[in-house]
């Protein structure tokens, strides 16, 4: 079965340092999500992405966060300078379309990013 | 703002039991609800969606019931087993914001055998 692929698993990074976190989504997906998800806490949208473009991102999307398809296969989310409170589960996620029967999300396992 | 409030925090229940689980919304334009299964160390997983259109949907041992009136919907976990056990979550979104989910915080089920 297809399946959303993350890396790294885990990712320990000092405050201030850029942080890339990679995705590939699934082959045939168009639409590409990141998520993250402080522990204990609920999942929380970033950003969605389709046709190379930001569709929507959150309030917790700000300058420092930026996305990336690039190349046909990959899906990043680069982070310029992290402080301590980036630290959580990134998971990213794709989705066929968002018509009805093909909108559900396919996530990933995730990527802990531990900033220090 | 919390926009979607979900209720209990916990849940424990014996193997062939009922886990009900509630979710509260507040914005009324959402027209899509999913819940989403996690177990530990692994993404979230869709388990089941329910457009406003209908009141309840059914999948397998997984009902979700919708009241748009009260702007509530939950799910139902019939004959729970210990492999049930797992962080759930409930979502809403709306179509004009496709994927910009807004999830609840979260109920960690135990299924006792």
């Known amino acids: 079965e297809p399946e959303v692929t993350q890396t790294p698993s885990h990712q320990v990074t000092q405050m201030g340092q850029e942080v890339i976190l990679r995705c590939v989504p699934i082959s045939n997906h168009l639409y590409f999500y990141w998520y993250r998800q402080i522990l204990g806490q609920k999942v929380e949208f970033l950003v969605s992405f389709y046709n190379n473009e930001i569709s929507e991102k959150s309030e917790i999307f700000d300058d420092q966060f930026s996305v990336e398809r690039p190349d046909g296969s990959n899906f990043t989310l680069k982070i310029r300078s992290t402080k301590l409170e980036d630290s959580a589960m990134y998971f990213c996620?794709?989705?066929?379309?968002?018509?009805?029967?093909?909108?559900?999300?396919?996530f990933g396992p995730g990527t802990r990013l531990l900033v220090l | 703002q919390q926009q979607v409030k979900q209720s209990p925090q916990s849940l424990i229940v014996q193997k062939g039991g009922i886990s009900i689980i509630n979710c509260a919304y507040e914005?009324?334009?959402?027209?899509?609800f999913p819940w989403y299964q996690q177990f530990p160390g692994k993404g979230p997983a869709l388990l089941i969606a329910i457009r406003p259109d209908v009141s309840e949907k059914k999948e397998g041992r997984f009902t979700i019931s919708f009241n748009k009136s009260a702007k509530q919907f939950s799910l139902h976990i019939m004959d729970s087993q210990p492999g049930d056990s797992a962080t759930y979550f409930c979502a809403a979104s709306t179509t004009d914001s496709w994927g910009k989910f807004q999830f609840g915080a979260g109920t960690q089920v135990v299924v006792t055998p």
């Open positions: 914005n009324t334009a959402f027209d899509y």
């Open positions: 996620a794709s989705s066929e379309s968002t018509g009805a029967g093909q909108e559900t999300q396919y």
